[in-house]
């Protein structure tokens, strides 16, 4: 019997879960599954985003619900139009061995005159925005007076946006004696009210701590000065050439120009929030799930329903307004199952926040230095050793290789290497020597000095990564095992592709290099040496007088296009002589 079996469920849904390769439920599933299948309860469900609450309560309604008849039984209610679409195809993959059974989407920036055919054809599930929702109810297009089942899903998301009155109003029209399933990430006063007025003694099911953050999450900060956010932001998408991100800003106008001058400065980027059209935001979407857009710059409002599972970082640009909406946003990373990293810029002033959201997720933020030039350096170089490694050969380019083996006759392989790693070095080294030490350059207050990056550290670089099946949290417990030191004595891990970089204190140098003399992986010899970037050569890439980088041009990751935006021809030919193609 499967993990899936025991919980109660029926053949036609065990034969879409096989389908969909799940394998086992998750801490949500597990609790309120047998629950829901077993008693006519009311139901408060607290768990983070990206934990499985759709099938939580989709299994239950799904085979709860009469496929024989076209009556409307089951609505859920969602913040946006992108859950409401997410969770209307997550029904079907699950319903797809009921025969019958049709769910329907009901969702603003559509033809309305074309959801209320498909609802008058007979769907037994509806899943709705509270705006579109009560819109059609007023016109007589749907009738939920005999529904048995009512979902609010992220409740306190739909709270935030102001749906308030529309759910209450939406909510009266269904009968007193329904179910009501309320699944939400927080517990703010306005969810409580909504559950003390609309259900009868509901069960209750957490998962974590109320409010908590996911435990797979890594949160950061990065103190900056005030007009330095988007030089800090260029600087951490550079230390991470790999990055996946969804970066959070409070405003729309804030958001689209962030967005812009990524773009400018050759980044894949784009922008999400409320000005654009519903078109537009379909497209970035679905730009940004091909991975086709690597740093997706968003509103919270815009960003509420993203549901992808691979985002390696949260960059928070700015602090939101509520700190509760701080869980929200870092719960767009460390998903189903894989780590992430929530980063935040934040100013001297903003400071108290921090112990604020602490509390409150109930998990501590690491203080991190924005990475100086010869850090950055050093990962984009080894970024572009594992690019040449693995890029395929074009048949294309073998006639002219001939003339080129002429031209690099008599060169060694160490030398064409050192040369090549030159060629590439000095482009974007130049670059940041010019640029500054970023950390001394924003304040002299030792205050902004992070403490894991002082004297007495030391930063060392090991041969695996994200490629080896790695991420943050498994390599430092890889580390510890090997080195037999403490949870604290390992910090900084940081993992890039088929590489990655980890501290200690200095007195654990010499445990740490022979702990790693004769180890394997996957029967892979693992090397570990000290960096050459780590705090004792910090000084190498401050190249003298101290600025602060402002003008944002592109040190790296800008293609050959982008150098078209730039009208003046003697300022593309200074962009063009810095550009490192990663």
Known sequence: M???????????LLQAIEDL??????????????????????????????????????FPMIQRIDPNSRTTQGLILSPTR??????????????????????????????IQEQAKSVKRGAQILVATPGRMKDMIG????????????????????LNMGFY???????????????????????????????????????????????????????????????????ALKRLADANPGIFSVIFCRTKRDTQKVAEKLIEDGYNAGALHGDLSQNQRDLVMTAFRKKQIQMLVATDVAARGIDVDDITHVIHYQLPDEIETYT?????????????????????????????????????FQMRNIPNGMEIC?????????????????????????AIFDVLEGLDREDLIRKLVSVEFSRFFNYYKKAGQWNESL????????????????RYFINVGERDGFDWMSLKDFIRKQTQLEKDDVFRVEPKDSFAFFNTEEQFKDIVLEAFENCTHKGRKVNVEVSSSGPRNRRGGSGGKKKVHRKGKGAFAIPKEANLKTRNPKERRKINRRVFIS
């Not at 006519?40 to 499985?52: P, S």
């Not at 990293?341 to 108290?352: F, G, H, Y």
Request: hydrophobic share 35%.
């Open 2 to 12: 499967t993990a899936f079996q025991q919980l109660g469920l029926d053949l036609p």
């Open 21 to 58: 390769g799940f394998t086992t439920p998750s801490e949500v599933q597990e609790k309120a599954i047998p629950l829901l299948l077993e008693k006519e309860t009311d139901l408060v469900a607290l768990a983070q985003t990206g934990t499985g609450k759709t099938a939580a309560f989709g």
């Open 82 to 111: 992108e859950l409401c679409l997410q969770i209307t195809q997550e029904l079907k993959h699950y319903s797809k061995y009921v025969k019958g059974l049709h769910t329907v989407a009901i969702y603003g920036g559509a033809s």
């Open 139 to 158: 016109r007589g297009m749907v009738n939920i007076n005999h529904i048995e089942y009512c979902v609010l899903d992220e409740a306190d998301e739909m």
């Open 165 to 231: 009155e529309d759910i209450k109003d939406i909510l009266s029209h269904t009968p007193q004696d329904k179910l009501t399933w309320l699944f939400s990430a927080t517990m703010p006063k306005e969810v409580a009210q909504i559950a003390k007025k609309f259900m009868r003694k509901p069960a209750e099911i957490t998962v974590g701590a109320k409010n908590a953050g996911a435990i797979t999450v890594q949160h950061e900060y990065y103190k900056i000065g005030a007009r330095d956010r988007y030089p």
């Open 328 to 364: 929200h946003r870092s719960g767009r990373t460390g998903r189903a199952g894989k780590s992430g990293i929530s980063m935040v810029l934040i100013t001297r002033s903003e400071q108290k926040k921090i112990s604020q959201i602490e509390r409150i997720i109930g998990q501590s």
């Open 378 to 402: 050093e990962i984009q170089l080894y970024h572009l050793a594992n690019n040449i490694k693995n890029t395929e050969i074009q048949a294309e380019s073998e006639p002219f290789l001939p």
């Open 443 to 458: 304040s002299d207050n030792s205050e902004f000095q992070d403490q894991s990056e002082g004297r007495g550290k030391v």
